[in-house]
């Protein structure tokens, strides 16, 4: 046990090895990741070398059996260099954890260990053209035919589409019932039937791909159903609270720390009248915040991971409120990030923009940050429905 933050051994060990990555494999090639969209194989390889790929998953079918928290610890660091790298890496726990909780043996035989080495990487999609925040509003359809499903349907922005092997996708399998019907598949990128959209042009998480993921009398076995029928949103719910939000959080304060160093070392140097700008109070004010509300985040975000690794059920408020804060402070830490740089800040040499133009996603997917608060809102009230 290290007295920093508490971590154990093992987790130190997984956080020095991923920061060692960003730093001499992610910094190196950000830059021009993120002005040519280029996907991170490389980074997940050396990931994949260091045994840090599938550390979440459980040790049987290949992984570090390190949990949830194993994968923040990573996706902070990868964060601190670049948040699309990090994104490429995190949605792929996003993705997993939800085989790993609801998938039959056979299920977790055949996927979970290709993930874990790193052969595959996985993409979790719900979200429609007319369904975001209101996910309940999903069309695309899984209509039972003897012992198949056929699928048809559009699911967009989905992250790691065309890159993954292994897609977990929510569909209706009954157009009456609509939300109620609800029920995840877990489909394999060769299926016929089965194509992607073009890249989509982001603002930010340049080096992440996001494209839709088009369905069109795609037929799968019925044992590719994860879960049962109408448990799609349990599913979904699960995989947003034990592995998405930590996973966002973690990215996001991976790039608010990464604005803050970065805004420290250029305040030591830059010198106006006749001072370093780190002298100037405006300026100290600026970075103590930073520090201050980024150590708060972290905090949060490790505390929600140990009860999530420790066996807590609901974690649903928690996982909100650690998505809500973690990706506020990003955003503000970023926008201070680029005043402390003056011009410089806005122009491309340096990294601050970069990190600025990924840390406003993390305030928007995964859940915007208004419907976060409303989760937090209805967790509150039921509590205290519960302690009347
Ligand atoms: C880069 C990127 C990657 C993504 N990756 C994935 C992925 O891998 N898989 C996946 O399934 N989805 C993914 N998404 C989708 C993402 O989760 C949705 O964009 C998000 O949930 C919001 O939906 P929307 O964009 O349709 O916004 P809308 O739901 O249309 O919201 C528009 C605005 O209205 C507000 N609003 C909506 N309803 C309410 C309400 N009830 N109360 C108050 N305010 C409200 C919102 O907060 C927002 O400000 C991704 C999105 C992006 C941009």
């Not at 609801?102 to 996985?122: M, R, T």
């Not at 929600?304 to 928690?318: A, H, W």
Request: overall charge neutral.
């Amino acid at each position: 046990m290290t007295m920093r933050y508490l971590l154990t051994e093992t987790q130190n060990q997984i956080r020095e090895s991923a920061r060692r990555i960003a730093d001499e494999k992610v910094k190196p090639v950000r830059a021009e990741y993120d002005e040519k969209g280029i996907f991170p194989w490389d980074i997940i390889k050396h990931l994949s070398d260091a045994n840090l790929y599938g550390s979440y998953i459980p040790k049987e079918y290949g992984g570090l059996g390190e949990g949830i928290f194993s994968a923040a610890l990573i996706t902070e660091q990868l964060g601190r260099a670049c948040g699309g790298i990090a994104l490429a890496y995190s949605a792929n726990a996003f993705a997993t954890t939800p085989i790993i909780l609801f998938g039959s043996d056979e299920q977790k035989n055949k996927y979970l260990p290709e993930i874990a080495s790193g052969k595959k990487i996985a993409a979790f999609a719900i979200t429609e053209k007319q369904a975001g925040s209101d996910v309940s509003a999903i069309k695309s359809t899984a209509i039972q035919d003897g012992d198949h499903y056929v699928l048809n349907g559009v699911k967009q922005w989905i992250i790691n589409a065309g890159e993954a092997e292994v897609y977990v996708v929510v569909f209706i399998t009954d157009v009456e019932r609509k939300a109620r019907s609800a029920t995840a598949f877990i489909v394999d990128k060769d299926t016929p039937g089965f194509t992607f959209g073009p890249k989509d042009n982001k603002m930010g998480i340049r080096a992440s791909t996001t494209r839709s993921l088009i369905f069109q009398d795609c037929r799968i076995h019925q044992d590719q159903m994860l879960g049962k029928v109408g448990q799609g949103f349990r599913v979904a719910m699960k995989a947003f609270d034990f592995a998405s939000r930590p996973g966002m959080s973690a990215q996001a304060l991976g790039i608010a720390q990464g604005a803050l160093d970065e805004a420290v070392a250029y305040a030591q140097q830059r010198i106006q009248f006749a001072q370093k700008i780190s002298s100037f109070q405006a300026i100290q004010i600026m970075l103590a915040d930073m520090a201050a509300q980024i150590e708060a985040s972290r905090l949060l975000l490790y505390h929600l991971c140990r009860l999530i690794d420790g066996g807590e059920q609901n974690v649903t408020k928690l996982a909100s409120m650690c998505k809500v804060l973690c990706s506020d402070i990003a955003m503000k830490a970023t926008t201070d990030a680029v005043q402390i740089f003056g011009g410089y800040g806005y122009m491309k040499e340096f990294p601050v923009e970069k990190m600025m133009r990924d840390a406003k996603v993390t305030q928007i997917y995964d859940g915007t940050n208004q419907i976060q608060r409303l989760v937090i809102a209805t967790e509150m009230t039921k509590e205290f429905a519960r302690q009347k």
